[in-house]
């Protein structure tokens, strides 16, 4: 199928929900929704998603929806399989279901983690999309563990001693991939095709495989509501966020910008980082560049890829 | 007594026993997570599976908090959904104990009590159970291990039972019951199925006819209307759970109520309690009893909901009553068994003096005599005026 068909197909995640304008975490959810070829059992931690897709009495799934509480997605999916599992022996359903668990990066990387790693360890078949907005949103634009270095979040605001997030950011998908398990990758959605690609691949395998996915917030970023898409491919062509895949353990890039540009392209987009462009702050732009040189190096090696 | 079905007498642990009523329940999924003391039923529960004893899918998870999230995320899709605890394993699943029962799934979970941390200590104590009192649980106590096998199999009926949709904690002592060799009547594996029955969810997740989303943002114009079903729900328990013990005393001659009463209907002074204690209790009152002391005793089964009219009515009339709680709320008034029994008394008979003794923290033995004890204490606030001391401490240093 190419895009138009997909575009076609009538969507699992219904209009009408409550995400603010510009955030992509919708068009995240709809493109996944679309790769998938089964009725599904949709899992999603507390966050934005959750809370702005399924208002009582109403709800924008078409499939069945389960939300539990912010930390454990990946356990209670892990619970619904086991129950699909046990039915399937014992002969009271033959029909095939896709599990799949949405979490942000607060669900995901920080208060979700242990709850991913043990599923992924016990080997639960789901897809697990972590739609990564960088900080927690849903509250207010708290700092995570995914939050980039120098970003201004309301509890790592920049102030007059401290300019922002100290810290760099987690790369989740190399944690997740070092458990070993079949198909982890990266994405974003200014290429809807590599999501959906990514996802068909992510349905296909026999147990966990895992999603993490760019997804811009204007609201928690400080940028233009119809700029979402196209920041995100400024983090790829500023090689901020590759888009990758580890499938059996093999590495391979699936993007290389012809030009790679400077990270401040992709910083200049975002209020949150406006702080680091004072003078003050130059080196810390350096800093960051410096971070993002040698993350897209590691990555380019892990892949193979000759200079 | 006429039974209608066969039993085997067996020689079991209070562990063993509640892993053979899993293995004959035979729940679709259980995902549990070990901690002393009640390690033993899922290590035995796991040698079940392994040998293709159970249909069951038995998930290992990596914590507590995720073991109760996995059984919501089964329940919700229609299993009959099982696990185990104990203590702080029972505290780490505090969150999704809520989510359970306000989602309205009928999870049936035995709870070894065992005291909570710090300092760290592994006996018994109700501290973890009391910790969840208001979890929305139902609550049943067992005084030895033929009643926790009995309370395990009645519970499956009383969560599924439509009036009722609640996930029930089946509580035995740790280490006392947990541990301790008993002779145990089973049913055959057959007459459990019968008595239980098939599970016929009204909604599941895995139904793709009919989708449903669970777990929605319900806000001020939704969430309290929630919340009173949830109540109304509370209401019907006690019910259910006497027509549910009646029907198995049909089948095995042991019938069950809210509460049992031991040489009460005379009794001048009495003692309330839950557990294993219980069985030292009754000691104590025929001890007294054969003194000429008017003793009593009231053995509660089900905590919560708390049938507050029933156990009033049954304590009407009482000189004095000691209510005996192996947990404290350090709210300085008292225990939380003894707060339930004294505002139920208010309401029915307010001349009944009641009277607490927090005991057994952290495993500490009880014995025949320090109940004995207990009851010429009562004797005496029987006589007094007013009772010079409502809340006291047996059995510790001080």
Not at chain 1, 191 to 201: C, G, H, L, T
Request: proline share 4%; hydrophobic share 40%.
């Amino acid at each position: 199928m190419n895009l138009k068909d997909y575009a076609r197909k009538e969507p699992r995640l219904s209009p009408g929900h409550r995400l603010c304008a510009g955030c992509a975490a919708s068009t995240v959810a709809r493109l996944i929704m679309s790769a998938s070829e089964n009725p599904a059992v949709v899992g999603c931690a507390t966050g934005c998603l959750e809370v702005s897709t399924t208002i009582y009495p109403y709800t924008s799934w078409k499939d069945s929806f389960i939300h539990n509480a912010f930390e454990n997605v990946a356990a209670t999916i892990s619970g619904v399989e086991a129950a699909y599992r046990s039915f399937r022996r014992q002969g009271k359903l033959d029909e095939d279901f896709d599990f799949i668990a949405f979490g942000g990066d607060g669900g995901t990387y920080d208060i979700g983690f242990q709850s991913l790693s043990g599923a992924i360890e016990r080997g639960h078949d789901m897809v697990y999309v972590c739609y990564d907005n960088g900080a927690y949103m849903n509250t207010g634009i708290q700092r995570s563990s995914a939050t980039p270095k120098g970003a201004s979040t309301t509890t790592s605001p920049a102030g007059n001693e401290i300019p922002g997030k100290e810290q760099k950011r987690k790369e989740i998908t190399d944690i997740v991939a070092a458990h070993g398990i079949e198909y982890a990758a990266q994405t974003a959605p200014w290429r809807p095709q590599d999501i959906i690609k990514k996802a068909e691949k992510a349905f296909a395998v026999q147990g966990p495989a895992f999603l993490n996915v760019l997804a811009p917030c204007p609201r928690g970023w400080r940028s233009e509501n119809d700029k979402s898409i196209e920041i995100s491919r400024v983090a790829a062509d500023t090689c901020f966020w590759p888009l990758f895949e580890v499938e059996e353990g093999e590495w391979k890039l699936n993007y290389q910008p012809r030009e790679k540009k400077p990270v401040t392209d992709w910083l200049e987009m975002q209020g949150r980082f406006d702080h680091l462009f004072q003078d003050e702050n130059e080196h810390l732009l350096e800093d960051i560049q410096e971070q993002v040189d040698e993350r897209w190096q590691m990555i380019k090696n892990r892949c193979g890829v000759e200079e | 007594m006429s039974t209608e079905v066969e039993e085997k007498r067996v020689a079991k642990t209070g562990n063993e026993i509640v892993g053979e009523a899993m293995r004959q329940i035979n729940p679709d999924t259980v995902c549990a997570y070990p901690i002393t003391p009640q390690t033993d039923i899922v290590q035995n529960f796991s040698q079940y599976v392994a040998d293709g004893e159970v249909d069951t899918e038995f998930v290992t998870v990596e914590s507590e908090h995720s073991a109760m999230s996995a059984c919501v995320g089964a329940a919700a899709s229609g299993a009959r959904a099982m696990t185990a605890t104990a203590a702080n394993g029972l505290a780490l699943m505090w969150e999704v104990l809520y989510i359970a029962s306000s989602t309205r799934l009928p999870i049936v979970m035995p709870v070894v009590n065992r005291a909570l941390s710090a300092p760290i200590n592994i006996h018994c104590d109700h501290s973890d159970a009391m910790g969840a009192r208001d979890s929305g649980w139902i609550q049943l106590y067992g005084e030895n291990a033929q009643e926790v096998y009995d309370n395990t199999i009645q519970a499956v009926r009383i969560a599924e039972h439509e009036d009722v949709r609640l996930p029930v904690m089946v509580n035995l002592d740790g280490f006392i019951i947990s541990h301790a060799v008993e002779n145990v009547n089973m049913m055959s594996d057959e007459a459990v199925q019968n008595f239980i029955g098939e599970y016929e969810p009204e909604f599941s997740l895995l139904n793709s006819e009919d989708p449903v989303t669970v777990g929605p943002l319900a806000l001020q114009d939704f969430y309290f209307e929630f919340k009173k079903q949830q109540a109304d729900a509370a209401e019907n328990v006690a019910d259910v759970v006497q027509e549910v013990g009646r029907e198995y005393g049909e089948r095995t001659g042991r019938s069950y109520g809210l509460f049992e009463e031991y040489r009460l209907d005379d009794a001048e002074v009495a003692v309330v309690a839950l557990g294993s204690t219980t069985g030292t209790a009754r000691h104590s009152v025929d001890k007294l009893r054969s003194e000429g002391v008017k003793a009593g005793l009231l053995k509660l089964r089900l905590f919560r909901p708390f049938p507050a009219r029933e156990i009033a009515e049954a304590l009407s009339g009482l000189e004095a009553v000691g209510v005996l709680d192996r947990a404290d709320t350090f709210s300085t008034t008292g225990g939380p068994l003894f707060a339930d029994i004294k505002s139920a008394l208010y309401d029915v008979d307010p001349s009944v003096k009641p009277v607490n003794y927090i005991y057994g923290l952290g495993g500490r033995d009880i014995d025949e005599e320090e109940i004995a004890s207990v009851y010429r204490e009562l004797l005496e606030a029987a006589d007094a005026d007013r009772v010079e001391s409502p809340v006291n401490y047996i059995g510790v240093r001080e």
